[in-house]
């Protein structure tokens, strides 16, 4: 029971995947960030995020898009963040100039031109669920590339207790064994 975020690369993907898991998990709550949302609709959709829900929602949302910075759903308002892919922006000319640029100073053209900006959307949108001292929560990196050195030698020191996960099973049993020990926490400050 919690409010949860999935980011997923773009809202083709978004539309697949949301109709998929309302489909497969019809008692949750789902809603999905729309292509041209005004402010009003903006409100309305992050009111959804209430602070000691009782049921669960899972809201699916555009990695690099409006709900992946800037916003602030702190304590029980979002409990978990799901991040589908590395977040690599799409071929460009001027991503490709970046490209070569850096490809011919140093050899990292593909680093500068993609893999940063991508990584930058990832960490954006890991961070809204962290926003104060007493947030706690999950956050899911759900691409193999995560696990790659190139990747993992990106993140931030505070990550680096990350766990891989091989199996459904598996990533249960650590998500379990995560609310239990920040149960074991909060009941002994009590």
């Known amino acids: 029971v919690g409010n949860y975020l999935v980011f997923l690369p773009s809202y083709s993907y978004l539309e697949t995947v949301q109709a998929a898991f309302a489909a497969a998990y019809p008692q949750l709550k789902t809603i999905s960030q729309a292509t041209q949302m005004d402010e009003i609709q903006r409100a309305e959709f992050l009111a959804q995020f209430t602070a000691q829900p009782t049921g669960t929602l899972v809201g699916f949302c555009v990695l690099g898009g409006i709900f992946s910075e800037g916003i602030d759903l702190k304590g029980e308002r979002l409990i978990g963040v799901a991040i589908v892919g590395v977040g690599l922006p799409g071929l460009s000319t001027e991503r490709d100039l970046v490209r070569d640029y850096f490809d011919a100073q140093q050899g990292t053209g593909f680093q500068y031109a993609y893999q940063l900006p991508g990584m930058n959307h990832v960490l954006q949108a890991a961070g809204r669920l962290i926003r104060g001292s007493h947030d706690v929560g999950v956050i899911l990196l759900l ?15 505070h990550w680096q207790h990350f766990q891989r996960c091989y199996s459904v099973a ?11 020990m920040v149960a074991a926490k909060n009941k002994a400050l009590d």
């Open 143 to 157: 691409d193999q590339r995560f696990a790659s050195s190139r990747y993992t030698q990106l993140f931030p020191a």
């Open 170 to 180: 598996q990533l249960t049993n650590q998500i379990d064994q995560f609310w239990q």
